[in-house]
């Protein structure tokens, strides 16, 4: 059974970067079968995709892809050997304040996510 | 942004059958993309109900059901129960946005 838990601080000054990892069990990062994402959604709104990783080996970059709308502040990486990725925001404001979830991604022509973590609650404030 | 449109809300009483309509474009529904719905329980995380247009994972009942036309897509609730109540979230892939898209939304409620 495949799980994810997001962990990281839950509060983040303007300006800085956020820091957050999503450790996985069930499978490991570096088969090669799945992607990974990032997903977030501030209170009270709807869902937004950030971006994911695929990773096969042992590497810490592997291939990624971003949402056009946060390309340039967002990066993504995974440690393969404690099976995490993790998601760095630069530069955030108060409209990044959200819960942020890690995903399964399961590559297709339209790809989904399955299962997700429980979220982790982000709030940007000095 | 969202490029997938959905109703606000919905509402129906137990045992009524309810539908979410999600509305999208030229290059994500109408380029024949996959759609996927996922349920959202108050306070968790979103779980996948339905993906590939319309198959159900395991253990999801079969009172859910999606279908989609055109540059649309639909989610049936048949037997509407109290549990059901929720937010549901239609998402696909925007060939011009190059990456996956969630609808904006739907609250049902069970009167």
């Known amino acids: 059974q495949v799980q994810l838990q997001e962990s990281g601080p839950g509060l983040v000054k303007p300006s800085q970067t956020l820091s957050l990892s999503c450790t996985v069990s069930?499978?490991?990062?570096?088969?090669?079968?799945?992607?990974w994402s990032w997903i977030r959604q501030p209170a009270g709104k709807g869902l937004e995709w950030i971006g994911r990783?695929?990773?096969?080996?042992?590497?810490?970059?592997?291939?990624?892809n971003y949402n056009p709308s946060l390309k340039g502040r967002v990066t993504i990486s995974a440690d393969t050997s404690k099976n995490q990725f993790s998601l760095k925001l630069s530069s955030v404001t108060a409209a990044d304040t959200a819960v942020y979830f890690c995903?399964?991604?399961?590559?297709?022509?339209?790809?989904?996510?399955?299962?997700w973590g429980q979220g982790t609650l982000v709030t940007v404030s000095s | 942004q969202s490029v997938l449109t959905q109703p606000p809300s919905v509402s129906g009483a137990p045992g009524q059958r309810v539908t979410i309509s999600c509305t999208g474009s030229s290059s994500n529904i109408g380029a024949g993309y996959a759609v996927h719905w996922y349920q959202q329980l108050p306070g968790a995380m979103p779980k996948l109900l339905i993906y590939g247009d319309s198959i159900r994972p395991s253990g999801v009942p079969d009172r859910f059901s999606g279908s989609k036309s055109g540059t649309s897509a639909s989610l049936a609730i048949t037997g509407l129960q109290a549990q059901d109540e929720a937010d549901y979230y239609c998402?696909?892939?925007?060939?011009?946005?190059?990456?996956?898209?969630f609808g904006t939304g739907t609250k049902v409620t069970v009167l």
């Open positions: 995903a399964r991604d399961i590559a297709s022509r339209s790809n989904w996510f399955d299962p």
């Open positions: 990783i695929y990773t096969i080996g042992s590497t810490s970059t592997g291939t990624t």
């Open positions: 998402q696909s892939y925007d060939s011009s946005l190059n990456g996956p898209f």
């Open positions: 069930g499978v490991s990062l570096s088969s090669g079968s799945y992607y």
